[in-house]
């Protein structure tokens, strides 16, 4: 379907031009779903009701402080270490999330992580009679990867910024952080080799072996497809003409506005706790919101459009040649 397309043609041949990819090649933000009040008082219900125990709590804690000792640590992840400490990014855990992290623009200040999947590592290596010191320190170095591609969508998203874009959600984040991802795989497996190899966390395994295979084909074709098969709601920037994504962005904006309206008819909601919940909702659906009418803004100026596509691509082209130093 795509790869009949010309955006799709046009970017195996942009990549293709790049000289690291004549040889080799190279959890995502998810727009918050429209709640029904069943669905917000079943959450409510599982917040009272879970229980997880105060070990399993202290070692996420021990978790996270390992991300920032490792990020500092590796040569891949200077930049991200930096960027974590100068912009006060933070990591917070959520039962919402589909993948293990996750990295929204209309929460900027904020890595969410999935604790449900972070947890079943842990038990996981509790099973096997792993210290819990250890276990911090061996699931921080196998997460790590994914822990840096959300903090590149955060560095992205500030790059563009500095060039007076704003912020947008196209298919070329997906791209630089799946790029910076695999470089991150690489320079850990030179500096953590045995313990890289002698443990796999659930759910994430395969999904490095699928992005490392993608990346090692001649060309980037593989690459391209993997982040285009889990990524091809999103629009290609650099390729698309002003018009194309006014029409992107239209149905987009309405469907933000429909739903803003519908929480607002919700707000006479009796209990307390739900209509919380319902009133937090309608501040991120309006962040949401401004985002879409940003972004039209900028498709639909010709001068910051020029901007934005020259700026992605010094990106794409920045970190790929930045990842390829640790597969050399």
Known sequence: MYKSSLKYILLLMFF???????????TSETLPKFPTIELLLEQISHAKNRTVTARSEDIKSQIVAEWSRLLSELPSTQEHASFLSSHGLTFTFSAKESSLASFAPWEPSIIKINGKILGEAIEALKSESVSSQKIAHIVAVKTLPL??????HAMTQDRLKTHGIGSCMFLENEMISH??????????KKHKPILWQSYS??????HYIKLEQAWNQPGPEK??????????????????????LTQYFNPKITERRNARQR???????PDPELAKQIRDLILKEDKVLSLFQDAFNIVSDSTRWADLKSSYTSEIQRVIAQSWKWYR
């Open 179 to 188: 790029t910076d991802e695999v470089g991150v795989i690489a320079d850990m």
């Open 263 to 269: 929480l607002n008819n919700m707000l006479s909601e």
């Open 147 to 152: 822990i840096a591609h959300e903090i590149r």
């Open 16 to 26: 293709s031009a790049n000289p690291y990819f004549c040889s080799y090649a190279g």
């Open 201 to 206: 966390i659930p759910h994430i395994e395969d």
């Open 223 to 244: 690459f391209l497809d993997f982040v285009f098969l889990r990524y091809g709601n999103k629009d290609i920037s650099v390729f698309s003409t002003s018009d194309e």
